[in-house]
């Protein structure tokens, strides 16, 4: 089955400046890969998601990039907040309903 | 649009004791997913739903089982539950298509084994 890793699993940066959260996978069938943003206490929230034919995708301040040679994907996140702080996770899918996710990367915006 | 709504919020049962947790999808949704989320631990897949049927399982033994019903609502069961139980139960719904959709997570069932 396919296999998600993500890194890094903690993540602190100042208010202002970029963060890059990074997964790799390891089944070439994947084709779907969202992103959630989990706050303390809530539920997983969607923030993107992009399909294998695109190899960029951005949403005002939120991007994901796709490598899929190399089956990477990443989250950046520019022009940081307090807000943003929360537990981002990562997932790929391959066939329709089968959903892998990352161990989740932990991210603190210092203000 | 309502959300994922899922019920109840907290549960505290013993070693042993069986337990149903209960989803309601987004309306249009006729999947529905269910999530392990243990402390500190990222998502496991547990079970999908469609149209009625159980269209796939994680690896979690039999004891983990549910169903969904006409109105596309879902149960999860876990029978004979044991200490390393205890987690966040998260529900999701999609629509179901031809290619991935997204997934709608509700609040969660925080389950307790005590």
């Known amino acids: 089955g396919e296999n998600v890793e993500q890194h890094p699993s903690t993540l602190s940066v100042q208010e202002g400046d970029s963060a890059v959260i990074k997964c790799t996978y390891s089944?070439?069938?994947?084709?779907?890969f969202p992103w959630y943003k989990q706050e303390l206490g809530k539920r997983p929230q969607l923030i993107i998601d992009i399909r294998s034919n695109v190899g960029e995708k951005k949403d005002q301040r939120i991007a994901v990039t796709l490598n899929k040679t190399a089956k990477h994907f990443s989250l950046h996140i520019t022009e940081t907040q307090p807000e943003d702080s929360a537990v981002y996770f990562c997932?790929?899918?391959?066939?329709?309903?089968?959903?892998?996710f990352g161990t989740g990367t932990s991210l603190t915006v210092i203000p | 649009e309502a959300g994922v709504t899922q019920s109840p919020t907290h549960l505290i049962k013993t070693r042993g004791q069986q337990v149903t947790l209960r989803c309601s999808p987004i309306s249009g949704h006729t999947s529905v997913y269910w999530y392990q989320q243990a402390l500190g631990l990222g998502l496991q897949f547990l079970l999908w739903?469609?149209?009625?049927?159980?269209?796939n399982r994680g690896n979690f033994p039999p004891r983990f089982s549910g169903r969904q019903f006409p109105n596309y609502s879902s149960e999860l069961n876990v029978n004979a539950l044991e200490l390393e139980d205890s987690a966040l139960y998260l529900c999701a719904s999609s629509y179901r298509d031809r290619d991935n959709q997204p997934q709608h997570f509700g609040d969660g069932t925080r389950l307790s084994i005590l």
């Open positions: 997932a790929a899918s391959g066939w329709v309903g089968q959903f892998y």
């Open positions: 739903y469609d149209e009625g049927e159980e269209r």
């Open positions: 089944d070439s069938a994947s084709n779907y």
